[in-house]
């Protein structure tokens, strides 16, 4: 393991001890159609541990503006749990929609910009 795989091993550490929420991943697989389309396969649950921020950084607000996403926020997940824009999460009573998962260049956990459903 190089210095640099070090680092990023303690920032994983050091941040997985932040998501202290559980929560509950309704990820929605797509499956082929049989025509050359996609359609929603079957839902599969996970649970895991999470961290919901209410406030976000300007370039995450953007983002958000320009899907039309009303009191985004953003959760924070582990790094390698499987989310797309069909998919839910469940934390403490609440769900969110999951409008875009949010790469960063060093991907110490996963960021995905939410909203929340009524």
Same mark, same amino acid.
């Given at each position: 393991?190089?210095? /640099?795989?070090? *680092? /990023?091993?303690?920032?994983?550490?050091?941040?997985?001890?932040?998501?202290?929420?559980?929560?509950? $991943? =309704?990820?929605?697989?797509?499956?082929?159609? +049989?025509? !050359? +389309?996609?359609?929603?396969?079957?839902? *599969?649950?996970?649970? %895991?541990?999470?961290?919901?921020?209410?406030?976000?950084?300007?370039?995450?607000?953007?983002?958000?503006?320009?899907?039309?996403?009303?009191?985004?926020? /953003?959760?924070?997940?582990?790094?390698? %749990?499987?989310?797309?824009? *069909?998919?839910?999460?469940? $934390? !403490?009573?609440?769900?969110?929609?999951?409008?875009?998962?949010? $790469?960063?260049?060093?991907?110490?956990?996963?960021?995905?910009?939410?909203?929340?459903? =009524?």
């Amino acid at each position: 393991m190089t210095a /640099i795989d070090d *680092a /990023i091993a303690r920032g994983r550490a050091a941040l997985l001890s932040l998501l202290t929420d559980a929560c509950v $991943v =309704t990820h929605t697989p797509l499956q082929s159609d +049989g025509r !050359g +389309g996609e359609i929603p396969g079957t839902p *599969a649950t996970i649970t %895991t541990v999470a961290n919901v921020q209410r406030t976000i950084r300007a370039e995450e607000q953007e983002l958000a503006d320009r899907l039309g996403v009303v009191s985004p926020a /953003i959760i924070r997940l582990p790094v390698g %749990t499987v989310v797309t824009s *069909a998919d839910t999460i469940a $934390v !403490g009573g609440r769900t969110f929609q999951v409008v875009s998962p949010l $790469v960063d260049s060093l991907q110490l956990t996963l960021k995905v910009l939410v909203k929340e459903l =009524t």
